[in-house]
Nanobody
C-alpha cells in the first residue's frame, strides 16, 4: 500500500506562485509513476503533470512552461512548482501514483491523496 499526503495549496492572485508537496509513505519502493491531477468545480479530474521512474516528465499543454514537477527520492516527496498562476488553474490538486507507465487517465491510478485546494483570483 502507498499513502500520499498533499500540502502547500492556498489562495493567490493571478500571476502568483505556489508550490505543492506530496509526501509518500507505506511501501518501501517508489511507484513507477507519480503525478499531479486537478479537478475544478463541476469539471472532470484532469492530469497536470507526471513523472515516471526513469525521470521522464510530462505536462498538460495548459501548464507547460509554468509548472514544474520534481521528485526527491531521499525524502519520498513529489513536488509541483506553479508559476504565473491563472484563474483557470483553480481547483483541487491531487497527488496520485500507479504501477506501470504514466497514463494520463486518472482512472488508471491506484493511489490518491486527499487533495489540496488551489485558488487563483483575477
Amino acid at each position: 500500500q502507498v499513502q500520499l499526503e498533499e500540502s502547500g495549496g492556498g489562495s493567490v492572485q493571478a500571476g502568483g506562485s505556489l508550490s505543492l508537496s506530496c509526501a509518500r509513505s507505506g511501501r518501501a519502493s517508489s511507484p513507477d509513476c507519480m503525478g499531479w491531477f486537478r479537478q475544478a468545480s463541476g469539471k472532470e479530474r484532469e492530469v497536470v503533470a507526471t513523472a515516471d521512474s526513469i525521470g521522464k516528465l510530462r505536462y498538460a499543454d495548459s501548464v507547460k512552461g509554468r509548472f514544474t514537477i520534481s521528485k526527491d527520492s531521499a525524502k519520498n516527496t513529489l513536488y509541483l512548482q506553479m508559476l504565473n498562476l491563472k484563474p483557470d488553474d483553480t481547483g483541487m490538486y491531487y497527488c496520485a501514483a500507479r504501477g506501470g507507465w504514466c497514463d494520463p487517465d486518472p482512472a488508471e491510478y491506484t493511489y490518491w491523496g486527499q487533495g489540496t485546494q488551489v485558488t487563483v483570483s483575477s
